[in-house]
């Protein structure tokens, strides 16, 4: 509470006094360090819970690009993540992306590949695991002359256990949704958070219907069916995802988890060296650079050099 109390009266003390710029950044950042931590009532001053601050939170006044990141649900660290791209065969770092740790690794996806092509890089897949495999990100990358390789995400709670988007045809031409029993319908909601349309199938059709209780679980018994912009993409990911092809290009995937590991036990990638999104970029591409010369002199040494591969990993 004292901390609080004192910065307050610097904040007091600094109000309207002509300041440097660099004190002004200062300044500015108190005051975003306690409107993002601190609670105040009448009567009392306490830090906020995590759950109530802010999902882009200043953790720390040195560092300002640093960020909170999760590895899993009860793993959390500070700092930053490192994406990388490596091909297949010849296991050659391609691209290195970092982001604040509060990012998704599936953000950069895109960008990473289709940064490529100015070197003649197009490969004909990339390879990831399911948080690459939004539908935004297969459509871009399919433009791009990449398909994209990646379990589809898991169902959610509401959608779990009954009859999945692939048994319903969707109509773009007419808007129409045709559930499996050959119910037709044209009503929809948009859904602006998820970039959806939500279908609406009759309650009096839905009720009577045989197969009710396989096809939803919703409390009034109607179906509701979900249809994104990247509906097309993401029903070409379900029939791609059931074939041999598909379980043969993720086989190739685990490598990348490998060079991952060398990264940081070997070359120090994971700590930060330097503060800022920038100068950890630097440290990133240079240890990437390290690591793809030893790549290099191996594959000579082996005679193994040739052309390489277009089929990516994450």
């Not at 779990?160 to 773009?172: C, L, R």
Request: charged fraction near 35%.
């Amino acid at each position: 509470m004292q901390v609080v109390l004192d910065a307050r009266r610097v904040l007091e003390e600094t109000e309207g006094v002509k300041v440097g710029r660099d004190l002004r950044k200062r300044i500015e950042m108190l005051k975003r360090i306690l409107q993002e931590n601190v609670k105040e009532s009448e009567e009392r001053i306490e830090e906020r819970e995590y759950k109530d601050k802010p999902r882009d939170l200043l953790v720390s006044p040195i560092d300002e690009d640093a960020r909170y990141g999760c590895k899993s649900t009860t793993k959390r660290f500070m700092g930053y993540k490192a994406n990388i791209t490596e091909s297949v065969k010849n296991r050659f770092i391609t691209n290195v992306e970092v982001i604040r740790g509060n990012k998704r690794e599936a953000e950069t996806a895109v960008q990473l590949v289709i940064e490529q092509k100015k070197n003649g890089l197009v490969p004909q897949k990339l390879i990831g695991d399911a948080g690459y495999s939004d539908g935004i990100n297969r459509k871009m990358l399919k433009d791009n002359g990449t398909k994209m390789v990646a379990p589809l995400r898991e169902v959610n709670g509401r959608s779990q256990a009954v009859y999945p988007k692939s048994m319903f045809t969707f109509n773009e031409r007419t808007q129409t949704l045709t559930c499996p029993q050959g119910v037709e319908t044209t009503s929809q909601m948009r859904d602006v958070r998820h970039g959806q349309k939500q279908f609406h199938f009759p309650i009096g059709k839905c009720r009577v219907c045989k197969v009710q209780r396989e096809c939803t679980k919703e409390k009034d018994g109607r179906r509701v069916v979900g249809i994104s912009m990247f509906n097309k993409e993401l029903r070409e990911a379900e029939v791609y995802n059931v074939t041999e092809e598909f379980k043969k290009d993720m086989k190739l995937r685990p490598p990348i988890e490998g060079k991952l590991s060398e990264l940081i036990r070997y070359h120090g990638l994971r700590r930060a060296r330097y503060r800022g999104l920038i100068k950890v970029r630097l440290q990133t591409l240079f240890t990437a650079a390290a690591v793809n010369i030893k790549r290099w002199i191996k594959l000579i040494l082996e005679g193994l050099i040739g052309q390489p591969e277009v089929a990516m990993g994450f």
